[in-house]
């Protein structure tokens, strides 16, 4: 039975609740470990990085072995909110002339020319010399047994593993590791990984032998970093791409290294709202909060339909924004006026409170503070896309008695480019982010990062540590944070119940993954909600789709949050998907 709260909203699970630390993940058994790492002594930030590497080995259809990992946290030890950039860059053999070379339009999503130089250990790698206190070898010990040992086979994974069959089968060794007794692993069947176990081993044995030569803690950690991309898994990475007519060579991996940048914030009430920059799709919650200060929501009604309404259309224009100017802030020049409160005042007044857009809104001029720029770009046309996006990505969220936040999105899995043979690694898909129009702000380059769906955020509360929430779910992602944050920050939910609640995405705007489908005015609705605002909506200009309840296109949000009055730290897990909270 639901359980019912004071102010009579029900949730399928309680808020979770703790004192010294909670973890809020993807998976059980990851927020288990996270929570492990607590108990030992260790802090959000370890506990974050050994959780996300177990998401790695439950979630490899999610969120592989080394995809991408953006990061933003709170340490209570400085003061500060630091953002690192958990992203590869594209190889130097990587341009738009190759890809018109082979007759490509766009980068194909189920290729070898799909991958990005992975990122996640290089991430993992920073957070723990910067703000962790264990080594690797303790961090990694839980990823390691659950790849070795193996987990039961979970609903979600075998849901996507069943989609995407003919994808996996496309390669002979993808299938050894997908389909381990012939076929698709039936629940609970017990799932392992060896091969990733032995690439984990090979860097705990780094980081030991730099243990034993005398080094330093952050000298080993940078040990174990040198292993994995200038050693032996380099190697093989490389030699990968060289037989499969790839484009990442061993100077690619020798050369990367991700790097600690400013984040973004919006100032909200009494909340400071931290994101990433533009490297990610993150900034689109400082355009939306920054157009919503200017409204009273409460009064609207909880997702009544003027409420569904207004966020919708703060959402398409915020989106419009992000189709002209989101790219690599070290590539192009990102207008600072797109998060300033005076370009949210001139945008604002295109909304309507009787008319929804019905395309893509026109894009504005935040240099000159404009609603609408005179430069607009050639008028879009409707891409369908006949075969929808692999689900990928997860989210893992950590807060600990000290007042440290941990928030970091994990992601590319992905079934349709070869794995590293032997070595138990899938390299993802994060390459389709980019665009091959020369004229887009995320337009493929050599080195260049594209701008990619995960967004990790965190959120203070007047000056204190108060929140972290991140979601999987491509261009849905920030749209469904949006609205579990404002669940709490205006409607006074729990954690549990803002993360609970029914939810609504638009498709008014091209898609960041390729083919970059465009479905003018669509509005897709959980149908518990649908079917009480849809025939409202549709009135005032919106395509209705009614999407089925507890959908996993709506997102599975994790949250983390401090309760000032209590002392205690409160988490919340999306049933929509595996994702569980747990702490002590």
Not at 292 to 307: I, K, Q, R, T
Not at 466 to 491: H, K, R, S, W, Y
Not at 518 to 534: A, F, N, T, W
Request: aromatic share 10%; with cysteine.
């Amino acid at each position: 039975m639901p359980i019912s709260f004071p102010n009579n909203a029900k949730t399928m699970r309680p808020c979770f609740m703790a004192r010294q630390g909670v973890v809020s993940s993807g998976h059980g058994l990851a927020s288990l470990a996270g929570s492990e790492i607590l108990r030992k002594g260790g802090n959000a930030f370890d506990a974050g990085v050994a959780a996300a590497m177990c998401l790695s080995i439950l979630m490899p259809d999610y969120a592989g072995f080394v995809g991408v990992a953006p990061f933003i946290g709170y340490s209570a030890k400085y003061d500060a909110v630091y953002a690192y950039s958990g992203v590869g860059v594209a190889p130097a053999k990587a341009n738009i002339e190759f890809f018109a070379s082979q007759g490509l339009k766009k980068i194909p999503r189920f290729s070898i020319y799909s991958q990005l130089i992975p990122a996640s250990v290089d991430t993992w790698i920073a957070i723990l010399q910067r703000l962790g206190t264990m080594s690797f070898t303790e961090i990694s010990a839980a990823a390691r047994q659950l790849a070795w040992d193996g987990f039961p086979a979970h609903g979600q994974m075998i849901k996507i593993i069943s989609q995407n069959e003919e994808n996996i089968r496309k390669y002979p060794y993808n299938s050894s590791i997908f389909f381990q007794t012939g076929g698709i692993p039936s629940l609970g069947e017990l799932f392992a990984q060896k091969d990733a176990a032995k690439s984990i081993d090979i860097m705990i044995e780094a980081e030991k032998k730099a243990r034993q030569a005398g080094k330093s803690r952050e000298q080993a950690l940078e040990a174990v970093r040198d292993e994995f991309y200038q050693g032996e898994i380099a190697e093989a990475i490389a030699k990968l791409h060289q037989d499969k007519g790839g484009l990442i060579t061993y100077e690619d991996l020798a050369s990367f290294h991700g790097k600690w940048e400013e984040p973004l914030v919006a100032k909200y009430k009494e909340y400071a709202f931290y994101t990433t920059s533009t490297w990610t799709q993150g900034p689109l919650l400082i355009q939306f909060l920054n157009l919503l200060e200017g409204f009273d929501l409460n009064p609207l009604g909880h997702n009544s339909a003027d409420y569904v309404h207004l966020i919708s259309s703060v959402i398409d224009l915020g989106m419009a924004d992000r189709e002209r100017f989101y790219g690599d802030p070290d590539f192009v020049e990102v207008p600072y006026g797109l998060w300033t409160k005076e370009y949210a005042a001139a945008r604002r007044d295109l909304l309507s409170p009787g008319k929804a857009f019905q395309e893509l809104p026109p894009h504005g001029d935040p240099v000159q503070m404009l609603a609408v720029a005179e430069d607009q770009r050639i008028p879009l046309v409707l891409v369908e896309d006949k075969k929808p996006s692999l689900a990928d990505t997860t989210y893992v969220c950590a807060a600990d008695a000290q007042g440290n936040i941990f928030s970091l999105t994990p992601s590319d899995g992905g079934f349709g480019s070869p794995m590293v043979p032997d070595y138990g690694i899938i390299l993802g898909r994060r390459m389709t982010q980019f665009r091959l129009d020369p004229g887009h702000a995320a337009c493929l380059a050599p080195g260049k990062r594209p701008t990619i769906t995960p967004a990790p955020a965190l959120v203070l509360k007047n000056g204190k540590p108060f929140m972290a929430l991140g979601t999987p779910g491509a261009d849905q992602q920030t749209q469904t944070m949006l609205q579990v944050f404002l669940n709490v920050a205006e409607f006074g939910m729990n954690v549990q119940q803002a993360v609970e609640s029914p939810r609504f995405g638009s498709y008014n705007f091209p898609g960041w993954f390729s083919p970059h489908p465009y479905y003018p005015g669509r509005l897709c609705i959980e149908s518990r909600l649908g079917k009480r605002v849809g025939p409202y909506l549709k009135k005032l200009g919106r395509e209705i789709i009614n999407w089925e309840d507890w959908t996993m296109l709506a997102g599975a949000v994790c949250v983390v949050m401090f309760d000032r009055q209590t002392g205690t730290i409160h988490a919340g897990a999306d049933p929509r998907r595996e994702s569980y909270a747990i702490g002590w």
